[in-house]
């Protein structure tokens, strides 16, 4: 995970721990307090965006730093804009199946994103710009899908917050 | 006798929940009375042997819980409604009675029978196939009812039974009682002395991990006459009592 | 609610017609249990993502190799319980902290079954239905490639590895939930055995490293799948032997330390464990002593059965050339594509003195070098014997041009070389003359894949450099028509100590 850039099994490992980070900020998107919480005034919205915001800016700057001095494959901008499009695939679900599956997404997304790295070395490539870690840290259009993605996985989280169910959310 | 307690302490780290606890009782029902913090719960649990005593002795239906084979044997006689019912949502009625009374080792030829027999019981017949995230709060209490006695237990200990069910259901429920108390014992902890007074013939009031009374409902309705408050007799007596035993 | 009527009737006590039946009953009640939880299971649920992260991942990867059974089956070892892992790891943890996260838990520890037995009904439940969605992987691959494959059968154990990989994944996942039952443990838990898995492929390599016992890893690490592997020889189960040996005491040891816990079984529960983990770190021991045999595969001597390094019979698929080109029928379905790429030569050297009657393939001969580099030879010095390349159209991206232009670095070549040098070139001091480069160079038309023109594998020559009389002289004989060629060969091509007969003054002499 140390290598050059275009060294792919150097991008897949640091994937993996960026989808983990996602999928926690994903989950804990959840609230503990329930409907009451809901009950509250105007500064609930606000709290869930900040909330999401700080999450991943930590999750991405601890990433970083845990790779400090190290020449890491795909350095800030690709952990950035993974951990932004990850949480985003989260967020969204946790506004659509509630935040105990909130990390669906982002898990099912790795694997994805895995192979789509694989496919950069063993062509044919998968190209597309939604499938953001296989695209170069640089990439502007890999960056752009992500981001996309991440502002309306906060937007959804912010103005509906994690849905809950009454028992909670699945099956079991 | 189906329950002899002596003795019986419950400790928390250094809080004591349940300070020496004896009482004896056989078949009826016998109500367990007190405020929060009593250690109603926790004695219930120890008589559902979900926790062990810290020390005491503890005989259910004339084993001793603290061996395997026995707690087993306890076990499959027993029936427990906890305070706080978890559940799980994508079951429906009938397959979340039918998986206790497979936990309870019931023979699987009755299960069915006995399954459908316990939702009837708790008028919850009609909904048998409805999954469980649908239901009120009040049906899922009677749900919990109807896993505890699906396996028509012997020792019967609900806690909190009657929370969320409406006035015309918790008739229904005393009357259950009654029925059931006929042949097992039934103890029965709540905070509705009136759920005491219809259905109990025994009560019990803990206070701070200790019983300060042990008797029938009309001797506890004697004692409100000391210095109770309350609006209705049995109200007064369970004051009066907490008040005597704390001063 | 309703009182009932009738009191409940007393139980008798146990003897022993009575414990059998009990012990019937028992199990019956079981198998309602595992009814139950298979129908309320999340696996269920789940099943749609594994399905299309196959279909998405493995599934149109794995179909868009070569029909051959060794490389689809591979290559599916190679790619299935990645594609599981998430969903299979996520809903196993989902139901193992399902207790903890509904507030169950008191309920359930006040009933008489013990908790290690509620506890495997609802891991063997999320197991059935996991097996359930790998076993339809492997079929629709199987089945697929039944109808495509121009020879041979399934070989089974890239299935086994496989499915013996799910329970694994089921019982860490389950195991995590049940002993941290919080809401972030799912993703955790999967996260972490999907880090497992993914570092397992990465640090495996070499012929006797340890990591090669992830059940992901199927033959050589330094390999794979490669089209002459498992082809002519049997495929070798010493690996897939040491992988279910690790999955399943893995899977044991984390299903027995379930029970540690409980009182009763503690002594029992570490005993399976201990077997558990003691058959998983045999297999990881085994897995080290692998060596790489010379038909690509690992052997692990302590588990190899010297029988199953007897080749495989077959038929081979021969063309309709003037120089008839035989293969084992696993690459007939290549069969045009190499006769297209080398059928200017066949022409050209049909029936002339010393040509082969046929050109037939033989084994690879794989061998491990330092650095963990595999060289692959054979086909000997005869042109009457060749090897097909590993890269197959379809295999790793190669494209028909890629793979007609190795055939003429090799087949092409060989044939040519032999033909026009007659073996003569290798054992002269000098080797071959500018002439006879000219007319080898122009026999196989200057492959682009020649353009280094380097015939130092065999000759330890170039071809004509470019501008040089030769190269001239060769672009000329290269334009003409094989059958030209050939003609010109005819006259002009002597037979050296091949001959039986007249010494008449040869054209190579000449030539020089």
């Known amino acids: ?172 | ?247 | 609610m309703t009182a009932a009527t009738a009191p409940a009737a007393p139980r008798p006590a146990p003897t022993g017609r009575s414990a059998r039946r009990g012990a019937a009953a028992a199990a019956l009640g079981s198998g309602r249990l595992l009814r139950l939880e298979l129908r309320r299971n999340a696996m269920l649920w789940l099943l749609p993502v594994v399905f299309a992260l196959f279909w998405y991942n493995g599934y149109r990867e794995i179909m868009a190799l070569p029909p051959m059974w060794n490389l689809r089956a591979m290559s599916l070892q190679n790619r299935l319980l990645f594609d599981l892992a998430v969903p299979v790891t996520a809903a196993a943890a989902w139901m193992g902290s399902r207790e903890g996260r509904r507030g169950i838990a008191d309920l359930v520890a006040g009933t008489a079954r013990p908790r290690w037995s509620r506890q495997l009904a609802g891991w063997a439940a999320t197991t059935a239905w996991a097996e359930a969605g790998c076993l339809a992987c492997v079929a629709v691959v199987y089945l697929m490639t039944a109808r495509q494959a121009s020879w041979g059968g399934p070989p089974w154990w890239p299935a086994v590895v496989s499915a013996a990989g799910v329970p694994m994944l089921t019982a860490i996942g389950f195991a995590a939930g049940a002993w941290f039952p919080g809401r972030f443990v799912t993703p955790l838990a999967t996260v972490v055995v999907f880090f497992g898995l993914a570092f397992g492929t990465q640090a495996a390599s070499g012929d006797h490293s340890y990591w090669q016992i992830s059940p992901l890893t199927a033959g050589a690490v330094d390999i794979g799948a490669a089209p002459g592997v498992a082809t002519f020889y049997r495929y070798l189960p010493d690996l897939s032997i040491a992988q279910v040996m690790f999955t399943a005491g893995l899977t044991v040891a984390v299903l027995g330390a379930l029970g540690i816990s409980a009182a009763r079984m503690r002594w029992l529960a570490v005993v399976i464990t201990a077997v558990g983990l003691t058959a998983a770190g045999t297999a990881v021991a085994l897995a080290g002593t692998g060596r790489f045999d010379p038909h690509g595969m690992i052997v692990i001597p302590a588990l190899h059965n010297a029988a199953s390094d007897q080749p495989v019979r077959y038929t081979p698929a021969c063309s309709h050339t003037p120089i008839p080109v035989c293969v084992h029928p696993a690459f007939a379905t290549f069969l045009p594509a190499m006769t297209a790429a080398v059928g200017p030569e066949l022409t050209e050297f049909a029936g002339l003195p010393g040509a082969p009657a046929r050109i037939s393939q033989v084994t690879a001969v794989y061998r491990q070098v330092s650095g963990n580099g595999i060289t692959v030879s054979g086909g000997g010095t005869s042109a009457a014997a060749f090897v097909v390349p590993d890269q197959v159209p379809g295999w790793l991206g190669t494209t028909g041009g890629e793979f007609a232009a190795q055939l003429d670095e090799g087949m092409g070549i060989q044939l040519a070389s032999d033909m026009i040098l007659g073996g003569d070139g290798q054992q002269s001091a000098s080797g071959p003359g500018q002439a006879q480069l000219a007319v080898i160079a122009g026999s196989v038309r200057f492959p682009s894949s020649v353009e280094s023109r380097d015939l130092a594998p065999l000759y330890g020559r170039l071809l004509p450099q470019p501008g040089i009389p030769a190269d001239r002289a060769a672009r000329r004989f290269a334009a003409l028509s094989p059958a030209a060629r050939h003609a010109w060969l005819a006259g002009h091509l002597g037979c050296g100590a091949r001959c039986t007969g007249t010494g008449t003054t040869t054209a190579r002499s000449r030539c020089r």
């Open chain 2, 1 to 247: 006798m189906n329950v002899e307690i002596t003795d019986l302490t419950r400790r928390f780290g250094r809080n004591l929940a349940v300070a020496g606890v004896s009482l004896e009782t056989g078949p009826g029902v016998f109500g367990l009375l007190g405020p929060n913090g009593a250690g109603k719960t926790t004695l219930l649990r120890m008589m559902a042997t979900v926790i062990p005593p810290s020390s005491g002795r503890l005989r259910l239906l004339g084993r001793d819980p603290g061996a395997y084979g026995p707690r087993r044997e306890v076990r499959r006689r027993l029936g427990y409604l906890p305070q706080n019912l978890g559940y799980y949502p994508g079951f429906t009625v009938a397959e979340f009675v039918e998986y206790f009374a497979l936990l309870k080792e019931m023979p699987a030829a009755q299960v069915p029978a006995a399954v459908a027999t316990a939702v009837e019981r708790v008028d919850l017949g009609g909904r048998a196939r409805t999954k469980l995230r649908t239901l009120s709060g009040g049906m899922l209490r009677r749900v919990g009812i109807a896993q505890a006695i699906v396996n028509e237990p012997e020792l019967l200990l609900l806690d909190e039974p009657t929370a969320g069910l409406d006035p015309e259901q918790r008739v229904h429920f005393r009357a259950l009682l009654r029925d059931l108390g006929q042949r097992a014992t039934v103890v029965v902890s709540t905070h509705l002395v009136e759920d005491v007074g219809a259905a109990c013939s025994q009560v019990a009031l803990m206070d701070q991990g200790k019983i300060v009374f042990h008797g029938t409902p009309a001797e506890l309705t004697a004692r409100g006459t000391e210095r109770g408050t309350g609006d209705a007799p049995l109200e007064r007596g369970y004051t009066a009592v907490l008040a005597a035993a704390r001063s």
């Open chain 1, 1 to 172: 995970m140390y290598g050059h850039w275009d060294d792919y099994g150097a991008l897949q490992m640091p994937l993996i721990f960026e989808a983990a980070c996602a999928a926690i900020i994903a989950v804990a998107a959840g609230s503990p307090f329930g409907e009451p919480e809901r009950a509250t005034g105007r500064w609930l919205p606000y709290l869930r965006l900040g909330t999401a915001v700080t999450l991943t800016g930590l999750a991405a700057g601890a990433l970083a730093a845990a790779g400090t001095g190290l020449p890491l494959a795909g350095g800030f901008p690709d952990i950035l804009r993974n951990v932004a499009g990850l949480t985003g695939i989260g967020l969204l679900c946790a506004t659509v199946l509630g935040a105990p599956l909130a990390w669906t997404g982002p898990l099912t997304y790795l694997v994805a994103g895995m192979y789509g790295l694989y496919t950069d070395w063993h062509p044919p490539a998968l190209g597309t710009p939604w499938l953001w870690p296989a695209r170069p840290p640089h990439d502007v259009g890999g960056a752009l899908c992500a981001a996309a993605v991440f502002a309306a996985g906060l937007a959804a989280i912010t103005l509906r917050g994690a849905r809950e169910r009454r028992g909670g959310d699945g099956p079991g």
